[in-house]
């Protein structure tokens, strides 16, 4: 499967942005899970986001909720990361991720195998 990852930009702090991700090529079944993670400089990478197809559902990191929300566009096989109230904090390259099949540990970067390119996001303060 092919993640194609784009709207990143820069932004000032307390703005919003809008992150989306399609996947294309061998398709998964139902139950498979698409998400963000990013990762800043000298920092590991870490969960942000993550859609269970099967369910319709999302799920977010607790330093993003209440911010940040995962979206899905089911006919396009697109997942969308909704960023408002953006913080210096959130600058990071985001990449887009999927996995073929819903994990509980799905914050785990280690389960993921399928990477987009990155998009980068600065927020500037």
């Known amino acids: 499967v092919q993640l194609q990852a784009s709207g990143g930009g820069l932004v000032q702090a307390g703005g919003s942005l809008r992150l989306s991700c399609a996947a294309s090529?061998?398709?998964?079944?139902?139950?498979?899970?698409m998400g963000w993670f990013r990762q800043a400089p000298g920092k590991e990478r870490e969960f942000v986001a993550a859609?269970?197809?099967?369910?319709?559902?999302?799920y977010v990191a607790d330093s993003v909720k209440g911010r940040f929300t995962i979206s899905r566009d089911y006919a396009k096989n697109t997942v969308f990361l909704q960023m408002n109230s953006l913080k210096a904090e959130d600058t990071a390259v985001y990449y887009c991720?999927?996995?073929?099949?819903?994990?509980?540990?799905?914050?785990?970067?280690?389960?993921?195998?399928?990477w987009g390119q990155g998009t980068q996001v600065t927020v500037s303060s």
């Open positions: 991720t999927a996995r073929a099949s819903w994990t509980v540990d799905y914050t785990n970067v280690r389960h993921y195998d399928n």
């Open positions: 090529g061998r398709t998964f079944g139902n139950n498979y899970a």
């Open positions: 859609f269970r197809w099967s369910l319709n559902r999302g």
